[in-house]
Structures are given as structure tokens and as C-alpha cells.
């Protein structure tokens, strides 16, 4: 059955109308129709199981059959701060992390970051990933849709994450074994993620974000490629704390 992410304001007592951009999905890419089966969250832990009973011009009008509590999210949340990547590698990056149960994706320009994006393209991306994440979320049937942020500097990220537990993969990190006593002493509901573009960090970065507290980990012997090591950290936690 498929699954879509509305807004409050698009449920009511009996029914739900999908419209917009989730109807032209809906009837071009899954080739829904009257009499069809979807299931709608609004991004608050509930489900509406429904039934299409009507299309009207450009929306579907959808029969509201059972409505129940559901949670897919971890008991803790994450943000992902990575810093912007080349090419289209955050694309995957970000719809990877939603299934992977991010709560949070913020976009940050390093010192290291080959990619500079001006206000213009800044927007363009944004928007472009705010429609991953929630096809992403439809995908992985999330109960709570994640949200990605404006780009932030390092310095803004890192003081933005101050109330949680900061982890920072790092080459130059301590061995695995101290990842491990790190991981097993996250003593926060929220977590926050740190990863460097393909240039890796800047020295003055780690000695700021060790300043603020961050918790520079190995994530092993092997180098991983900016677009693996978040996803592979995520893995772990949700492993971890996947209830």
C-alpha cells in the first residue's frame, strides 16, 4: 500500500484530498486510481488507512476506513550535519540518512567544501532536497517527516548542536575501541553527526568543535568517501537503538 506525507489541514473527519504535486505523483508514478488502497500521515505518529473513492480534476478525494497510532521513529534523534559534497552525492547522501532515521539534515559549507553555492542555487537545492527527503519518507513509511535546514557555516553548526551529543568522525581519531566507549556513553536524547566533505576538515574546525565539546571518533582503519561515512554512523546508531 502507499504511503504519503499531507499536511493537517488536508484530513478531516471522513476524508482525505490528495492533491498538488503528491496527486500528480500518485496518478503518473504509481498509477493509482479510484478504488485504490493509500495510507496518509500528516507527520504525527498516526495513520489513516484509506480508500481513492473519487477523482476530481486534480485531486483525489480518499475515504478515511481506519485511523491508528503508529511509530517508526528512533527514541533518539539525529541531525546529520555533512558538509556539502560535489556533484549530486548529496542527493543520496540525504535520502539515504531518511531511511536510515535521520531527524534532521543540515547542509554546511567547510573550510574543505569545493562546492560554493550562492543564495539562488542555495534555494534550488534546498528544495530539491526537501522533495527527496519526503519521497525518501513515503519510501521507509516514516511516521515523522524529517526536515533539512538552510546551510550553515561550521561554526554556526556546531554551536547550533551544542545541547546534543556531538560525534565527529576524524582520520586522526583514536582507535575503534574508543568509538565504542563513546557510543556506549551517549547520555542524550539527541545526537548530532558531523562529517567532512571530500577535502576533509580543516584543523581549525576540529580544534572548534573540540573546544565545543564534540567527540572526534574513528570509524575505522579504512578512508571512506564523505558520502559513506554518515550513512555508515547512522547505521550504527540506528543498530544501536532501533527499539
Known amino acids: 500500500m502507499r504511503s504519503f506525507f499531507l499536511e493537517h489541514e488536508k484530513v478531516n473527519g471522513t476524508e482525505v484530498v490528495i492533491d ?118 513515503e519510501q521507509s513509511k516514516r511516521s515523522v517527516l524529517p526536515e533539512i535546514t538552510n546551510i550553515m557555516t561550521f561554526n554556526e553548526a556546531i554551536k547550533a548542536a551544542q545541547d546534543s551529543f556531538i560525534l565527529l568522525p576524524y582520520e586522526s581519531a583514536r582507535g575503534v575501541e574508543y568509538t565504542r566507549e563513546v557510543l556506549s556513553g551517549i547520555d542524550k536524547k539527541s545526537v548530532s553527526i558531523f562529517i567532512g566533505p571530500e577535502g576533509g576538515f580543516d584543523d581549525d574546525e576540529i580544534d572548534f568543535a573540540i573546544e565545543n565539546g564534540a567527540h572526534i571518533i574513528s570509524l575505522g582503519r579504512r578512508i571512506l568517501r564523505t558520502e559513506t561515512a554518515g550513512l555508515m554512523l547512522l547505521s550504527i546508531l540506528t543498530y544501536l537503538y532501533e527499539e
Open 20 to 137: 498538488g504535486s503528491t496527486f500528480n505523483h500518485a496518478k503518473n508514478v504509481y498509477r493509482l486510481k479510484v478504488g485504490d488502497n493509500v495510507t496518509v500521515t500528516t507527520g504525527d505518529n498516526v495513520d489513516y488507512e484509506c480508500i481513492i473513492k473519487e477523482q476530481t480534476g486534480s485531486e483525489f478525494i480518499c475515504e478515511i476506513i481506519r485511523k491508528h497510532s503508529r511509530n517508526s521513529e528512533l527514541p533518539i534523534e539525529i541531525t546529520l550535519y555533512q558538509g556539502l559534497p560535489k556533484a549530486d552525492k548529496m542527493d543520496l547522501i540525504v535520502q539515504k540518512a531518511v531511511e536510515l532515521g535521520a531527524s534532521r539534515i543540515v547542509p554546511v559549507a567547510m573550510k574543505r567544501s569545493i562546492v560554493k553555492l550562492d543564495e539562488k542555487k542555495s534555494e534550488h537545492k534546498i528544495k530539491r532536497w526537501d522533495t527527496i527527503i519526503k519521497n525518501a519518507a
